[in-house]
């Protein structure tokens, strides 16, 4: 997988990713500039394709794991042309188009190769589900683009190709860290430890990265919104900036805590008791669903600011830093000594991106959300604790009642959090002052 991730960075280079905050400062229309990145993507793919063709021929693997690298390189590889259909939508103010797709898709093709497994087909034919789905999802992409969008045009001339690829070194440069950041924890585990460590370490992480899927989703769908608000008004930028971060605590905080309260109730349903030594990882892990969605969140605000070299340069300072730490700590902690350095690079990440946009939009306001977070987790422990026998569904739901019960006695966070949910779910527009708001609502 860590081998075919790697092609899947090269048929990128951070081409979508420019094409989101450029797009923001350009009066072309959409579908223009959009034929120019797409075209780019078809010809990066296609030169990933056959470098992942070349590369298996001479790879020292046994014969079926070069045909899994295939399998696997090829689905991401069209999967990453489907992800591009998404990016017009998202670029278009249509984020709802591109997260429904990618929930089926997602969907489907889990659905699809387990059965295949249960069924007792081998693991490389039940593989063969992943590229065949993403075919479907980015037949589906195209189509929608073109009917919502516009149909792209394929533009191969050298001079518009090599236009759209200049600006994307910045880019390239954050993407390129994404194979190296995202596996040096389980690489390190397999090299210096043994499989089952891996396995160990993996079932925790596996519960963390699927509650952050949400958040990801979230700030790609705030990125071109935030490379618009920065090129019309530095004032709504700023507002954004203290406004996403202090809801994404508000959410994250009790998500990170209630994991960490019923790790132990958690893995044991899910992976087996074979798998209880999850849980102290899982305990350290947890907290990523605090850090992931900050770090995620940051890195849009530095991009669209116009600090996307700022931003490479950190990524591969936490990547550094997670390869060292886990070098220095796996060997003595094993699958916990992969979490603490996993955790401690990405929270130096968080506070470097927060320092450099601190001198743009100052430090955010944060402590009474973090106070009253504080608050509504010692509330919302009480069900665990007073009922350590109640369904694990039914404490859920108890706890998530009484934390957003103790957040309704801040006044503060009534009238701005809890009004710019309201707004975002009627679809209202949300102004940046209350009160101005209250003075245009006179009786007519």
Not at 5 to 16: H, K, M, P, R, T
Not at 384 to 389: E, F, K, Y
Request: glycine letters at 6%; hydrophobic letters at 55%; proline letters at 5%.
């Amino acid at each position: 997988m860590a081998i075919a991730l790697f092609y899947a960075v090269l048929a990128d280079l951070g081409i979508y990713a420019m094409f989101l905050r450029e797009f923001a400062h350009r009066s072309q229309p959409l579908i223009d500039y959009f034929s120019r990145v797409f075209s780019l993507g078809v010809v990066l793919v296609f030169i990933s394709f056959v470098a992942l063709l070349i590369s298996v021929m001479v790879m020292p693997f046994p014969k079926e794991t070069c045909i899994m690298i295939l399998i696997i390189g090829t689905y991401q590889l069209v999967y990453k042309m489907a992800e591009g259909c998404s990016y017009a939508f998202l670029a278009a103010e249509q984020t709802h188009v591109s997260a429904c797709l990618e929930v089926v898709s997602k969907t489907v093709a889990a659905v699809l190769s387990s059965t295949m497994i249960v069924l007792g087909l081998p693991l490389s034919v039940a593989l063969m589900a992943l590229p065949c789905v993403a075919l479907g999802h980015f037949g589906a992409a195209y189509l929608l683009v073109s009917i919502r969008i516009g149909r792209p045009r394929l533009l191969f001339q050298r001079a518009e190709l090599l236009a759209v690829l200049r600006p994307a070194g910045k880019y390239a440069a954050s993407a390129l860290q994404v194979p190296i950041h995202g596996r040096a924890d389980v690489i390190t585990l397999g090299l210096l430890l043994d499989a089952a460590a891996v396995g160990v370490y993996n079932a925790a992480f596996r519960i963390v990265m699927l509650l952050n899927v949400v958040a990801n989703l979230a700030s790609l769908g705030l990125f071109p919104l935030i490379s618009k608000l920065y090129a019309s008004s530095q004032e709504d930028a700023r507002i954004a900036y203290h406004a996403t971060l202090r809801v994404s605590l508000l959410i994250t905080l009790p998500a990170a805590a209630g994991l960490w309260l019923i790790a132990p109730r958690l893995i044991i349903p899910i992976f087996g008791p074979d798998f209880i030594e999850s849980v102290p990882a899982l305990r350290f892990l947890c907290w990523l669903v605090v850090v992931f969605p900050l770090r995620s969140l940051l890195a849009s605000f530095l991009a669209a600011s116009g600090l996307q070299a700022t931003r490479a340069k950190i990524e591969w300072v936490g990547t550094a830093m997670t390869v060292i730490g886990c070098v220095l700590l796996v060997t003595a902690a094993g699958a916990v000594g992969a979490a603490i350095a996993v955790l401690l690079a990405e929270g130096i990440m968080v506070a470097m991106m927060m320092a450099r946009l601190s001198t743009l939009w100052g430090w955010p306001d944060v402590g009474l959300r973090v106070l009253m977070s504080g608050i509504g987790i010692a509330g919302f422990c009480l069900p665990v604790l007073l009922w350590p026998d109640m369904p694990i569904v039914l404490v859920i739901t108890l706890s998530i009642v009484i934390y957003v019960g103790v957040l309704a006695l801040s006044a503060d966070i009534r009238n701005t959090e809890y009004r710019l949910l309201r707004s975002a779910l009627n679809g209202e527009p949300e102004t940046s002052n209350p009160q101005a708001e209250k003075r245009t609502e006179q009786p007519r």
